[in-house]
């Protein structure tokens, strides 16, 4: 018999899921895992080792060598888990073996076959996915051993959709998404580790209080984390001006130190010399004689400056005001009264008419229904019985209720302060009292008499004051309109105001011109380049003092930003999360049924019995077949059906799953066996994607057959290795597609859509070359179908000796067939072209004319006769 039969790895179970947390945590985290899980108590020795790990991984200490740490199992489950997830495509595949760029493998969302011949580049493919997607045996994908240079990096695309959301991952750059463990591999060498003596399988008990211990010790760490970052975060002293006074390229570095400072910037200031500071005491000098004489203008100066600041703010109040006193506004104002009114009136009819009475007045005002309310509210705090009941006392008379005459009304007054009608109104009165609480507090002294930029206004701009003034007095009656309207619920229309501020901004440009005017006075620019140099010397002064202290800021401004980056929720998160998934989700008893319900499928009833044994709180298992093991008893293609059980249960017990893969799955079956597998595959294609590599053209036609029968979405790509052109792959080209290319349909519908007017041009080149592929296709079959009768048939043992006698062989026709054929590859890449025809770069009217050629030598075939 063959090698022993290894049995799948179950991937939902409580120890492999711990241990998958384990596995994917820092090595900080997964230090502590391996210590809970080897049943350490966590003391503060162990939370110092691990505090020294994390300030590590931050950068915050000096990476040391350490120990590697081994968890034994390895699972691919993942926290980026997608419900609906679909793999579309497979695109730009680069440095994988020799695999041919710029091809693209398009995927449905039920059955893929990719079929080509051993060496077409397959086993490429299937490298790439097997490194990419879950898989037991992953492997270095080597570059084109064929050329010595120009090797370019593994990479691909995959693109996936989610939900309508197209999801695009490369690979390597994103091995780690969690998207990747949502599709699975199975091949010859997996299938070979899906057979075991003995694994692990259900859970440890101890298993489950990981994730609290390591929650307690994260409080821990994080605790000792927050400490230290509190003691290194201080307030950067020299941003204020008591020390470095005035600006400055120093004190603009010092004011805006940060992390990603670089302090040898700072440090280039330094030293500071004998003759910068002989310098800086000539510049004082000359600073303060300018001084003197600019101080009148200098002062004028900076009243301009004030004024235009209060002026931009005093604008933008203005136009927030504005905005209260739009027509859409107003009319929002004017509609609320209304619906108020409405609701109100239709709360009377619905409501208190039926209480009124001579006995009472002005039932129905707002202080009754605040009166039936109090007495509702206060009723509610008497007994946990419902109120009134007959023999309770009344609220305010205390007399006795001894009827239900009484009992009603009350009730009816609890009632109609709960109705629906009321609480409209009640709603609707109170977005009027917001919106008229909005209005009263409303200012429109916007320029006071004893305002300074009111003074400036009315000497230099009194017209313009004078209309905004007088604006603001409209908007001001409106103010006063719209608040007595909501008083009186009263919704006359009202007519739109906005204050004209353009005037403003003609203002503050002229303050700008002034403003100007005074900079570019040379003798002011001197002052102010004075005053900069002497700045600058002051400040380099003062740093050569404070360098010591400014880089031992900074370099806590580093460690604190490391520090900070430390996410305990999110690793807190991660932890709960997956306590409670595993928690619910984890029942051993799913393997087993699913294993055999799949030999069941598969005809693979061999007895195979599954022994699960519990020893050291860890359960395990192992397969027999009557005691003994199987791979003593079975055959090589009755062990690779137990792998392909194995295999689709493990993938079928899980939700995360979305997609298998499989390398030629039925190597070594027998044509039965084939088709068994075939249909169960299709099966399973039904509910995930499945995608095929196959040589095995007898497996393909099994495969689009059930696929048919089952009128499931399929398709069957072709990759050739041929003429120095390798591994490159034809989409929805198959051997098997003979029934399809009997007549120039499919090339039709591909000219039809290049010929489309919205047609891309780079999508029209991939349809013109599509449809080349495709009538080259039609030319085999018109020779099998037509020109041979079907004597022989593809993927069919049999031979039809009886069609021999519809054969009929012209020799004219088939010279023309030959040449018809040969100026069809002439656009094809990848093919040898006769010298007559080279190859040529196909257009949209080249295929047009080739399918009229097409036709016109299958009819000419089909309607000849044997003479």
Known sequence: MEDNIKTA???????????????????????????????NEISDTIIDTAYSCL????????????????????????DDFKEHLSFDSLTDVEGVNALTENQIIELTKNLTIIYGANGAGKSGYVRLLKNTFYSKDKKEILPNISIESGHKPIAATFNFSSDG??????YPDNAGNGIFNQFAVFDGDIGKKHLSVRNDFTFRPAGLRLFNDFNAALEKLNAKLNSDIQTKTI??????????????????????????????????????????????????????????ALAQKDKFLKELQRIKVQLATRKLNLESQNLLFSQTQLDAVISTIAACKTKETVAQKE?????????????????????????????????????????????????????????????????????????EARTENEKLIKIKEEYEKLDFDKFPEDDTVTAWLKEKYETELTKIEDQLKKQAAISESIISSINKKNDFPLVEMQLDLDSLDTISTEIDIEIKAFEEDEQTKNLADLLQQKTYFAHKEKLVVRYTDVEKLHNNMIWVNKANKFNKQSFKSQSTNTEKRISKEYFNIDYINAFNDECEKLNGNFGIEIDAKSSDAQSNRQLFLKGKDPSAILSEGEQKVIALADFIAETNITAINKGVIFDDPVNSLDEKRKSVIAERLVSISDEKQVIIFTHDLVFVSSLINYATDNSLLHECHWIENRNGNPRQVWLRNSPSYEKVYRNAEPVKKLYSGANKDECAPEHREFLVKSGFT???????????????????????????????????????????????????????????????YAYRKPELSNLNEEIQRYEVIRNKIRSSKKS
């Open 9 to 39: 790895e179950v991937v939902k179970t409580l120890e492999a899921e711990v241990k998958v947390f384990a596995n994917s945590q820092p090595y900080w985290a997964k230090y502590l895992c391996s210590e809970m899980l080897a049943g």
């Open 55 to 78: 300030l590590e991984e931050l950068g915050l200490k000096e990476e040391t060598e350490k120990p590697e740490i081994s968890i034994s199992y390895n699972s691919n489950a993942s």
């Open 165 to 170: 959301v197209k999801v695009s991952l490369k």
């Open 235 to 292: 307030v950067n002293p020299f941003a204020d001006d008591d020390i470095f006074q005035g600006e400055s390229e120093i004190k603009a570095f010092i004011t805006q130190l940060s992390h990603n400072s670089k302090l040898e910037e700072l440090k280039a200031h330094l030293p500071y010399s004998n003759e910068e500071k002989e310098k800086k005491t000539q510049l004082d000098k000359q600073y303060d004689d300018l001084k003197i």
């Open 351 to 423: 409501g208190f008419e039926k209480f009124k009475t001579d006995k009472v007045k002005n039932v129905g005002s707002t202080e009754w229904k605040q009166f039936i309310q109090a007495a509702e509210n206060f009723a509610s705090t008497q007994e946990e019985i419902e109120y009134p009941e007959i023999g309770d006392n009344c609220l305010l008379c205390h007399q006795s209720i001894i009827d239900d005459v009484p009992k009603t009304l009350i009730r009816s007054y609890w009632a109609y302060i709960k109705s629906v009608a009321e609480q």
């Open 774 to 836: 495709a009538l080259r296709t039609c030319y085999e079959v018109l020779v099998i179908n037509d020109l041979f009768k079907n004597v022989v048939q593809r993927y069919n043992e049999r031979v039809s000796v009886d069609s021999l006698s519809s054969v009929h062989f012209d020799e004219a026709l088939i010279n023309e067939l030959l040449d018809n054929f040969a100026q069809c590859c002439r656009y094809m890449e990848g093919h040898t072209h006769s010298d007559r």
